[in-house]
């Protein structure tokens, strides 16, 4: 049985990787990426919402994730080639100016893939994103998968959010 917003929540604080102080919440990254089999969890609940949200997997060619989510797009790209049972790629953004990036991989036109990053926090990063792919020369799927949508929203450019939290959670933080 899937976890609830709410439960995903409760089990990255039980984690450590959700730190609430005062109404505050810090996110720790390395808390989650220290982590395997909590990660592996996430990912797999993660490709399964794919799933449910109309997402195939098996056009899925490869996951993008953000400059801090190599790790991340690795594993989530390690759990859909498991149900599909064909290679599924991972790649990252890499910083090459102040608020320019670039894909870490030439892409085939061919090529289909979707984004993940763990925290979104706004639309700049799926910009961001979206701007690296078109560089790289793949095709996008309208998908962005995320541990935690902090945005409110449930498209962007018509970008379908999948995330295991989103802020309409009403999480508890203390």
Same mark, same amino acid.
């Given at each position: 049985m899937a976890l609830s917003g709410k439960q995903w929540f409760q089990s990255l604080k039980d984690a450590k990787v959700i730190v609430v102080r005062k109404n505050h919440i810090n996110?720790?990254?390395?808390?989650l990426y220290e982590n395997a089999v909590f990660l592996d969890k996430i990912c797999a609940n993660l490709a399964d919402e794919l799933v449910m949200k109309g997402g195939h997997l098996s056009i899925m060619d490869r996951v993008a994730g953000g400059a801090k989510c190599a790790i991340f797009a690795h594993?989530?790209?390690?759990?859909?080639?498991?149900?599909r049972? /064909? $290679?599924?790629?991972?790649?990252?953004?890499?910083?090459? +100016?102040?608020?320019q990036y670039s894909l870490n991989v030439r892409?085939?036109?061919?090529?289909?893939?979707?984004?993940?990053?763990?925290?979104?926090d706004n639309e700049l990063q799926l910009k961001s994103l979206t701007n690296a792919m078109?560089?790289?020369?793949?095709?996008? /799927? $309208?998908?962005l998968a995320t541990l935690?949508?902090?945005? +409110?929203r449930t498209v962007i450019d018509g970008i379908k959010i999948v995330s295991l939290i989103s802020s309409q959670d009403k999480v508890v933080l203390m």
């Open positions: 996110f720790t990254r390395n808390r594993d989530l790209a390690r759990q859909i080639s498991t149900r049972s /064909l $290679p599924c790629l991972s790649a990252h953004l890499e910083k090459v +100016g102040s608020l892409l085939k036109k061919t090529e289909r893939t979707i984004f993940c990053v763990d925290v979104l078109l560089d790289a020369g793949g095709k996008t /799927l $309208p998908y935690w949508n902090t945005t +409110g």
